[in-house]
């Protein structure tokens, strides 16, 4: 039942403001041309030839951006692209006579090569975005190739199976739900429809309440103004008073209307703001590392700080406002027309060109209120990068530097300002000289009426309030315009970050696990950040309670193998298996609780020490946190703070030294006595003599869980089962201490060169 | 524990500590490790090279002479005043002026900016001013409503 009149305002609101936007949806060019590249190649597929796979090119040989594509069919290979003139031209390649497809990347591009007898026969061109569509795209196609060559009716039969409807899914698009921003926004309110329908209502009421006084005041100067200076009855002076106190009554009516509308629309306003920036930084929350490794600090809080500002104060003022104003408008042109058409046509004259008016700045606006938002992300970048960077700055003497580059971010913010303010400071104008034309005309044919006996003086009088309000009213509409424009730009921002897909759990197997048991294995692991394999092949298996103790040189792929463990990224190939399981079966939250993770670069949070150690437990003891202290041997250092535990670390942990910043998050990975215990260079920046107070800890803590710690100083895995020895994204060594320094490998090198450094 | 270790004040007034395995150490320090969330619990001992040599995690648990010996100890080494009324808080040059009257009297103390005040969860705040005294409000609730307004506006 309610649900009745907020569809219809729903509708209405849809049909007023937004069917131009909704109309101008750019059609999508590329999708466009790659649709007839591919209708051409499917009209030649043979009766018994089926499409299995195809991948988009981008470039041409001479790297210039040309569509074309490649298509695996079940028998060929085919290969159509559009030539200069508009041609397509088209080349195939049976499967079984093509000896080779092979994918070179070459940094931003990558080419995949057919190669027959050795040499290269074809190239494609795609940009690095695509290697991993390539990639798979060869797989499919080496896959092919087996099938036909082993000629196997079950295999064949295989294939049948598994091969339904996945293999088009372009996995490039990712786009949420459409549709205008500010519809969208709409269905945000949608919890509080109640309080959007008695802001509604009180808008309505409120503009019959402004309809009042111009009506009475007619009836003022036709019955008592006119009389009064024309007759000498003296009766109509009460008249007068009793008028009076009807405007007066109207006034407050008004009043009071306008207080509980304004209140309410407030109050709906910061509910769906507020419900706006909690969505938000709730999805950000789901976002895996990849997607903030790309993002941009400050742009996220502009987004989810200013852009919900921009929203809030659209619904608050601008949104029911303009309702109410196009309410009002068509309740006044229809008491005009009908207390006289003539006076009316002559008085509304001029809206149309409003209306004209409007339809043009609008767009406009709504590409300086884009620029404008990102112009001030641009300025929140800076901000977040080169506030934590101060001390990098002033060591450098670079203050003048980040002074410039704050200067232009902000000069850039004021130019785009500049244009939508050229734009607006016309526009404002314009409309008064519009309402101003409207007025003489009314004044002009309203004399000539009168004149004529055509209507009364008070006819003409209400008309001329009337028309006040009226442009009144269009002149608030275009501040509803720029609004509108300004918030649209806005949401559209907010919803792009609702809209990225969380890229991590996948397929969410949802498995719960509990705690694990701690057996960790990677089976041909490979992993790609974007066109660079930075784990080229790792297999490695860590028994339950097993400490591993993980060395190489800078760059070999510590961290990354870490990361995969801790699955803050997925493999690209291969797999990593918990216990058993893919960790991509598992719940990634229920896996994690399992990890203790100390980071090469301990981040603390803003609060208290203590605050900071129960991180991950926040339900932990008092004993709980001073026992997991003592042991990351952090427990001495604390008590010498201004307020022991209860000490503030500041932002980032900035007021804390190097390693008591270590020693804290040490701690914190102990106090929730993970199965998996993280160490990434856990110790490195505490003196060899701490070190060694903390390996000792460790050596009790490390029992009954598994440990995988990476280190730079060799000694501190002295305690470890077996040592990796990594380099270049692959396992070169692996043994003890004794057995690799007899080997005299890469292990023996980084050890001697310790030996060196130390005793020189 | 409680039973296996002693504390008591030597003549010159200061802390005397016994372990439980029978060291006796002179001139130990109280250290409460949480000072503004729970500090009458967990006071750690120090010998004078600041090294711990002994920790009571409940004090009520002492004996009354031991608490009497402990509780000297501490009321010299920690003075964090209680606030119970804020008369007023100006805008300075460069920070804010505060003047209150706490449980050990009336006094003025600056603070200089808004990191001064902290919320050590719910409604208990400290606030630390420009020489490092730090002042407890152990529930806002309870100030007067005049006090809680003016508190208000900072935190
Ligand atoms: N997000 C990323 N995008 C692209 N390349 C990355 C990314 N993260 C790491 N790399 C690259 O992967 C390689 C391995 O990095 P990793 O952090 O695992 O090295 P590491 O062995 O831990 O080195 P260190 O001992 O210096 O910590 C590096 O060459 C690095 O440049
Ligand atoms: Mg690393």
């Known amino acids: 039942m309610p649900v009745q009149p907020q569809r219809a305002l729903y509708n209405l609101a849809n049909r007023l403001i937004f069917r131009a936007t909704r109309n101008r949806l750019p059609s999508h060019a590329t999708t466009d041309s790659t649709e007839t590249l591919l209708q051409h190649a499917e009209a030649r597929l043979s009766a018994n030839e ?119 899914d372009d996995d490039a698009t990712t786009t949420g739900p459409r549709g205008s921003p500010l519809i969208r926004l709409l269905k945000f309110a949608l919890p509080w429809r109640s309080l959007l329908v008695l802001g509604f209502l009180l808008t309505l009421a409120h503009v019959g309440a402004q309809m009042i006084t111009p009506w009475l005041t007619m009836d003022l100067v036709d019955n008592v103004l006119i009389p009064l200076q024309s007759a000498t009855d003296r009766v109509h002076v009460k008249h007068v008073y009793r008028f009076a106190a009807f405007l007066a009554g109207a006034a407050v009516l008004t009043w009071m209307l306008n207080w509980a509308k304004t209140f309410v629309v407030a109050r709906l306003a910061e509910r769906v703001t507020s419900r706006m920036r909690r969505e938000t930084f709730e999805h950000l929350q789901r976002l895996s590392l990849t997607y903030f490794n790309k993002k941009r600090t400050g742009d996220l809080i502009s987004r989810i700080g200013s852009d919900t500002d921009h929203i809030s104060l659209f619904i608050s003022i601008n949104l029911i406002e303009f309702l109410s104003d196009s309410l009002f408008f068509f309740a006044l042109a229809g008491i005009l027309i009908w207390k006289n058409p003539l006076l009316a046509i002559a008085a509304l004259g001029p809206a149309p060109v409003v209306g004209w008016l409007v339809n043009k700045v609008r767009t406009h606006l709504r590409g300086g209120f884009a620029a404008a938002s990102r112009a001030w992300s641009a300025m929140n970048s800076v901000l977040t990068d080169v506030i934590p960077g101060v001390r990098v700055v002033k060591a450098f003497a670079q203050e003048q530097r980040e002074i410039d580059r704050f200067r232009a971010a902000d000069k850039h913010i004021f130019d785009t300002n500049d244009r939508v303010n050229r734009t607006w400071s016309f526009f404002t104008p314009m409309i008064e000289l519009l309402t101003d034309a409207g007025l003489i005309t009314v004044w002009a044919v309203g004399a000539w009426a009168v004149a004529h006996d055509r209507i009364t003086v008070g006819v003409l009088t209400g008309f001329v309030f009337y028309i006040y309000r009226f442009y009144g009213r269009l002149e608030s509409m275009s501040r509803f315009l720029a609004s509108a424009q300004r918030a649209s730009a806005s949401a559209h921002r907010i919803f792009e970050v609702l809209d990225v897909q969380p890229d991590m759990p996948v397929n969410d197997g949802r498995k719960k696990i509990g705690r694990i048991r701690g057996e960790i294995e990677f089976k041909g692991v490979k992993l790609r950040h974007g066109s660079r394999q930075v784990i080229k092949g790792i297999d490695l298996k860590i028994q339950p309670g097993e400490m591993i103790g993980l060395v190489g040189p800078s760059g070999a792929g510590k961290t990354t193998i870490v990361n995969l463990a801790c699955r803050f990224f997925d493999v690209t190939e291969g797999a990593v298996l918990v216990d058993g399981t893919d960790i991509r079966e598992i719940d990634v939250e229920d896996y994690r609780r399992n990890l203790g993770l100390v980071l090469q670069e301990p981040y603390l949070f803003f609060g208290t020490i203590a605050e900071n150690i129960a991180y991950g437990k926040p339900q932990a003891t008092r004993a709980e946190i001073i026992a997991a202290a003592r042991a990351a041997r952090a427990h001495d250092f604390i008590l010498k703070q201004p307020d022991g535990y209860d000490s503030m670390v500041g932002e980032r942990g900035q007021q804390l030294s190097g390693g008591e910043r270590q020693r804290i998050s040490i701690a914190r990975a102990l106090l929730i006595d993970p199965a998996l215990l993280i160490l990434d260079e856990a110790t490195s920046a505490v003196d060899t003599e701490t070190e060694r107070e903390i390996q000792e800890a460790l050596d009790h803590l490390v029992k009954g869980r598994t440990t995988i710690a990476i280190a730079h100083r060799l000694g501190t895995l002295r305690k470890a089962n077996r040592l990796i020895v990594m380099e270049d994204g692959r396992i070169v060594e692996t043994g003890t201490h004794d057995v690799l320094l007899a080997h005299s490998g890469t292990y023996a090198r980084l050890h001697q060169a310790m030996m060196e450094v130390t005793h020189r | 524990m409680s039973a296996a270790f002693d504390l008591s004040t030597d003549t010159s007034g200061r802390l005397v500590f016994v372990d439980p395995a029978g060291t006796r150490h002179q001139n130990v320090r109280p250290l409460r490790m949480f000072p503004l969330t729970e500090p009458n619990h967990w006071i750690s001992l120090q010998d004078a090279s600041g090294r711990e040599v002994g920790c009571i995690e409940d004090p009520s648990k002492l004996s009354e002479a031991q608490l009497t010996a402990l509780r000297m100890a501490l009321a010299k080494r920690d003075f964090v005043p209680v606030i119970r009324t804020i008369h007023r808080v100006a805008r300075a040059a460069d920070g804010h002026e505060w003047q209150v009257t706490t449980d050990r009297g009336p006094t003025k103390f600056r603070t200089e900016n808004d990191e001064a005040i902290q919320s050590l969860g719910g409604a208990r705040f400290v606030i630390i001013d420009d020489h490092n005294t730090r002042y407890l409000i152990p529930n806002v609730e309870d100030l007067d409503r005049d006090s809680r307004r003016k508190l208000e506006r900072y935190y």
């Open chain 1, 50 to 168: 089926r499409t299995i796979a195809r991948l988009q090119t981008d470039l041409d040989a001479s790297l210039h951006f040309h569509r074309g594509m490649v298509i695996l069919t079940s028998l060929r290979l085919l290969s159509v692209e559009a030539t200069k003139n508009r041609d397509i031209s088209f080349r195939s390649w049976r499967l079984l006579d093509v000896e080779d497809l092979v994918l070179e990347e070459l940094g931003a591009t990558a080419e995949v090569h057919l190669v027959q007898a050795g040499e290269l026969e074809y190239a494609w061109r795609v940009i690095t975005g695509r290697v991993r569509e390539a990639d798979a795209f060869l797989a499919r196609f080496k896959e092919q190739q087996r099938i036909l060559r082993s000629e196997s009716a079950a295999l064949q039969k295989a294939l049948d199976g598994n091969g339904g409807g996945d293999e088009f």
